[in-house]
């Protein structure tokens, strides 16, 4: 097997020197208290990294579905690299399908050709971004385009003063510049400060002229401690900071965009740039769903509506081709499920003492499902690693069965071993079958044909009418009830040690439909344990009786010469039919 040879570290040049200017930071020691300012970039980052970039249809779908969420800000795309693009833009543009509430964003890189063509995209818009960016750190400054820090400094400016003269030139739309520092995380901060400073100065920076200052992460390559430390730097180093929108666009090539983002909003970042599950270059941007939802989940209502998380996710994979994990944070189709056995005992136990009115408090659920759309259906699903939590939590819901505790732990194992045969989940449709054939349907020694109440010196009388190996037999028995003169007939009628442990009667259905169901727990000298028996009968006392057969039947499947001895022994034990 091969293994990994360190030469040299691999991240140095994309790693920044630590912060020596940052004694006294400031953002370990606050909250987050409100929702910052969204921009979704699905249709621009996130659209160029698909297999299949998005066709006019499919980028119509996705901006409506932006819109609906309520994003305020919405990169449109590259209008002067792709005619897609541009026609998208104008589209939306030209048929008024702009809210005046939103603002739309379009992205260009320093260059006079695409600066004209992106204005000319917007002509009419009566709010637009344009985001110009440029890389400012040492790889991309030496490798990439050999340039040095001054003469980065000259591209900047005269960019930013060439598009002002064109925006100026349309003076209908409230135009604003954002800036990018492209791969600021791994620029020298007295650059990345110095470039941030040439934009806005070039741009007139004033009350009534903002900047947005983008600080990306466009390679994710430290902890996003080190993310916050260069925000909280850059937001206490720039100038006109009153004027200024501090936006943060993380990557995720590290797999902490959501903490380097939630960091860096602590650090005073106001603005966040991301992609709807994460979407974008490598390893994607900043999962807006996720990070949103996290605000939620800690009482910051995030702005953005996500109460029908499914429709959201079908959208999403529709435009872009690409399948949401099962197991993505609040969206996939297995967030809520639990098939763990203790951790579905807890859920049930959390669902049963959970109030309408009470803040959500239920184990392993940090959201309701409820709030995003999610039903509970799938919250407990069972396989071989469930437990009886989530049976009876399935078979209570779904069927209206309530087991007792003891029958929950006596019935899971038959479900485990089902489980384990099978190697897949076991629906509840299929628990209802095992719970069937293993109580009500089952077959033994001793067959019930009917039976018969009679009142006998004070007590409930009951003849039993009853096949026993295949002959018809009748024996009585009385006690304080029917129950306890059933289990007498049997006990006396077979010489058996049956002892009655506990009984309960169900209703399932209601009114016209309804039936009665018995559920009782027998024990048996010279059986080890009790078992549950069952029975379903739109009479009571019938149930009952069925009830107490199950049950016994079940003890003797264990020790099945139990009865043939008696009986064997003790031909007049049983009255013949």
């Known amino acids: 097997m091969a293994t990994m040879t360190m030469i040299s570290n691999p991240a140095t040049k994309y790693r920044p020197a630590p912060i020596a200017g940052l004694p006294d930071r400031q953002w370990p020691n606050r909250r987050l208290q409100q929702a910052p300012i969204w921009l979704s970039t699905d249709l621009r980052d996130g659209n160029q990294a698909l297999f299949e970039p998005m066709n006019l249809a499919r980028k119509q779908r996705l901006y409506q579905q932006l819109v609906q969420i309520g994003f305020k800000e919405i990169e449109l795309g590259f209008p002067a690299a792709s005619q897609i693009d541009y026609d998208f833009v104008r589209g939306l543009i030209a048929t008024h399908q702009i809210p005046t509430d939103v603002t739309p964003m379009v992205m260009t890189q320093m260059r006079e050709d695409l600066i004209a063509r992106t204005v000319e995209s917007l002509v009419g818009a009566k709010r637009a971004i344009v985001h110009l960016y440029n890389a400012t750190a040492p790889l991309w400054r030496e490798v990439v385009f050999g340039m040095s820090v001054e003469q980065v400094m000259q591209l900047i400016e005269h960019h930013v003063r060439y598009l002002r003269r064109l925006t100026d030139a349309h003076p209908e739309t409230e135009w604003i510049l954002q800036y990018s520092p492209e791969t600021f995380s791994a620029t020298e901060l007295g650059v990345a ?262 009142d006998s010196e004070g007590e409930q009388g009951v003849t039993l009418d009853l096949s026993v190996q295949g002959q018809r037999r009748q024996i009585q028995g009385s006690g304080n009830g029917p129950i306890a003169a059933t289990v007498t007939a049997l006990a006396e009628g077979f010489g058996l040690a049956l002892r009655l442990d506990s009984f309960e009667e169900r209703a399932l259905g209601s009114g016209a439909d309804a039936t009665a169901l018995a559920l009782v727990e027998l024990a048996c000298g010279g059986v080890t344990g009790a078992r549950f028996g069952a029975g379903r009968h739109v009479n009571t006392v019938t149930a009952s009786v069925l009830a107490v057969l199950s049950g016994l039947n079940r003890l003797l499947q264990a020790q099945p010469e139990l009865l043939s001895d008696r009986v064997a022994e003790s031909g007049h034990a049983a009255v013949p039919a």
């Open 193 to 454: 400060l110095r470039a941030c400073h040439t934009a806005m100065h070039a741009w007139g920076i004033s009350e009534k002229r903002k900047v947005i200052i983008n600080l990306p992460t466009t390679v994710e390559a430290s902890m996003p401690n080190v993310f916050a430390d260069q925000i909280e730097w850059m937001s206490s180093h720039l100038t006109h900071r009153q004027h200024v929108i501090l936006s943060v666009h993380p990557h995720n090539d590290r797999g902490t965009s959501v903490a380097a983002a939630e960091l860096a909003m602590l650090a005073g970042a106001q603005r966040v740039e991301g992609c709807l599950f994460g979407n974008g270059e490598r390893c994607g941007n900043v999962d807006i769903v996720t990070l949103a939802l996290n605000m939620y989940t800690q009482g910051v209502h995030p702005g953005l509506d996500f109460s029908d998380i499914n429709a959201v996710a079908r959208v999403a994979e529709e435009c872009t081709q690409l399948p949401i994990h099962p197991r993505h944070p609040y969206a996939g189709d297995l967030v809520y499920t639990a098939f763990s056995g203790s951790h579905q005992d807890a859920i049930k136990k959390g669902f049963a003492a959970q109030r309408p009115d009470a803040p959500w408090a239920v184990p392993y659920l940090p959201i309701d499902p409820a709030d995003l759309g999610r039903s509970y259906d799938s919250v407990i699903r069972v396989n071989s690693q469930s437990g009886k939590g989530g049976i009876a939590f399935l078979m209570e819901r779904d069927k209206g069965l309530v087991m007792p505790r003891r029958m929950q732990v006596e019935f899971s194992a038959v479900v485990q071993r089902l489980s384990d045969a099978s190697e897949a989940e076991v629906t509840v449709d299929q628990l209802w079958q095992l719970f069937d054939h293993t109580y009500l349907g089952v077959t033994g020694l001793l067959q019930y044909h009917g039976h018969q109440l009679f």
